[in-house]
């Protein structure tokens, strides 16, 4: 018999183990709901990005389940042969109404939609100038475009005109930052970085995925929050956060969108979304539009919950958004963190090296509009008893 191949695989997870940074799944028994059960436990949940509510709103299910009767369950080929519905057609229209630009393209996730996008538009004599916290998915495009990668220091746009003044003129450069941290939960430095693509002719890009539904208007993002329409050239959103079901997309211009039509490769060679997606992403922009008031819920169940997290004395970092680490430091103690919340009914993921900085771990919580008061106060109470018992606080 030969020796299996994989042997190694193991032996990196045993190192995962004996460092406490072994994970196992938890599975999720009913509803994604901000009261539920894991792993056979009901717990209060802190770790879902369902910011609104909106992967059970009756509106999102009700369109997905007509969707599915009128239109069957898959598209049945990718977008450039035979899989573009009326109805994907219709949501991209939709979108680029609510972004306020010309044109947006849909993608399966907001992963395929970022590093489709940065592969597609840039080729290996360009540059990109990303903070260094940007997402995997950004990292992940820029590697494939094989253009050089620049990293400035998270949210310093001085770094970064430092590095852009290094650069040829006639370079091609994209510039690129998250609108919101998704571990952190702060915002990228979206106007200062406006300011610089215009002054050296970057390609200004916008990575929105935390900020779609929660950031500006009826949840437009980060680019109407700061007020810089027109400034972004690149705008991406996810579908699978705050809108609660499943994509991602670009806003843009019409002579971009149509670029990408030729060129994202996650476009051209994998499947559109079933109906029943586009559909319950239709029916959440509706939700936008005509009840902003459950984003103001959120808002008010972020203050709260924030502001109760401080006074127990816990390192909440730089948040600005519903997303609110509880930094611990070193990964296993997190690990534990999160383990103890969870005995006592709270479920916050832990997240530890090689997501986040190796003496930065934390859990990571995030509210949303759904939440009660009284659940939000329970995990008050359960992260002042456990904090404590691990000298945290
Ligand atoms: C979650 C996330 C994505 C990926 O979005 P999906 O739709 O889940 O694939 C991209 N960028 C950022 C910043 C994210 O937080």
């Known amino acids: 018999m030969r020796a299996d191949p994989l042997g190694f695989l193991a032996a990196e997870l045993d190192a995962l183990k004996q460092q406490g940074l072994y994970r196992r799944l938890r599975i999720l028994e009913g509803e994604q709901k901000p009261k539920t059960t894991f792993d056979h436990r009901q717990v209060v949940n802190l770790s879902s990005n369902n910011y609104l509510g909106l992967t059970t709103h009756p509106k999102l299910r009700e369109?997905?389940?007509?969707?599915?009767?009128?239109?069957?369950?898959?598209?049945?080929?990718?977008?450039?042969?035979?899989?573009?519905?009326?109805?994907?057609?219709?949501?991209?229209?939709?979108?680029?109404?609510?972004?306020?630009?010309?044109?947006?393209?849909?993608?399966?996730?907001?992963?395929?939609?970022?590093?489709?996008?940065?592969?597609?538009?840039?080729t290996k004599d360009d540059v990109v100038i990303s903070d260094e916290l940007n997402h995997a998915s950004i990292i992940d495009g820029c590697r494939l475009s094989?253009?050089?990668?620049?990293?400035?220091?998270?949210?310093?746009?001085?770094?970064?005109?430092?590095?852009?003044?290094?650069?040829?003129?006639?370079?091609?450069?994209?510039?690129i930052t998250d609108g919101v941290f998704s571990m952190d939960g702060d915002l990228g430095a979206v106007p200062e970085l406006c300011a610089l693509a215009e002054e050296f002719g970057c390609i200004m890009m916008v990575d929105d995925a935390h900020a779609s539904g929660v950031f500006g208007k009826n949840g437009r993002g980060?680019?109407?929050?700061?007020?810089?329409?027109?400034?972004?050239?690149?705008?991406?959103?996810?579908?699978?956060?705050?809108i609660g079901a499943l994509g991602g997309y670009v806003a843009g211009s019409r002579t971009l969108i149509e670029f990408l039509y030729h060129r994202a490769r996650p476009f051209l060679f994998s499947t559109s979304h079933p109906p029943a997606v586009a559909a319950a992403c239709i029916a959440?922009?509706?939700?936008?539009?005509?009840?902003?008031?459950?984003?103001?819920?959120?808002?008010?169940?972020?203050?709260?919950?924030?502001?109760?997290l401080q006074a127990l004395g816990f390192n909440t970092g730089l948040s600005e958004s519903p997303i609110t680490p509880v930094i611990a430091g070193d990964g296993a103690l997190a690990m534990k963190l999160s383990d103890r919340l969870f005995e006592e009914g709270v479920f916050a993921q832990g997240i530890a090296f090689p997501t986040v900085a190796k003496d930065k771990a934390r859990v990571r919580t995030i509210v949303t509009a759904t939440h009660t008061r009284d659940e939000l106060q329970f995990a008050l109470d359960v992260f002042a008893k456990v904090g404590r018992e691990l000298g945290i606080i």
Do not use: C, Y
């Not at 009128?70 to 979108?95: C, K, N, P, Q």
């Not at 094989?146 to 510039?175: G, N, S, Y």
């Open 63 to 122: 369109a997905a389940i007509e969707a599915t009767r009128r239109f069957g369950v898959g598209s049945g080929s990718v977008r450039t042969i035979a899989g573009t519905m009326d109805i994907h057609m219709e949501l991209e229209r939709r979108l680029a109404a609510f972004k306020k630009t010309e044109a947006v393209v849909v993608f399966q996730s907001g992963f395929a939609a970022n590093a489709g996008t940065v592969a597609a538009v840039l």
């Open 146 to 175: 094989r253009a050089a990668i620049k990293v400035f220091p998270h949210k310093d746009a001085d770094a970064a005109r430092k590095v852009l003044r290094e650069l040829p003129a006639a370079q091609r450069k994209l510039l």
């Open 222 to 242: 980060t680019i109407d929050h700061f007020g810089v329409h027109g400034r972004v050239d690149i705008q991406v959103g996810t579908l699978s956060k705050a």
């Open 284 to 308: 959440a922009l509706d939700v936008l539009e005509q009840e902003p008031q459950v984003i103001d819920r959120l808002w008010e169940n972020t203050g709260f919950f924030k502001a109760g």
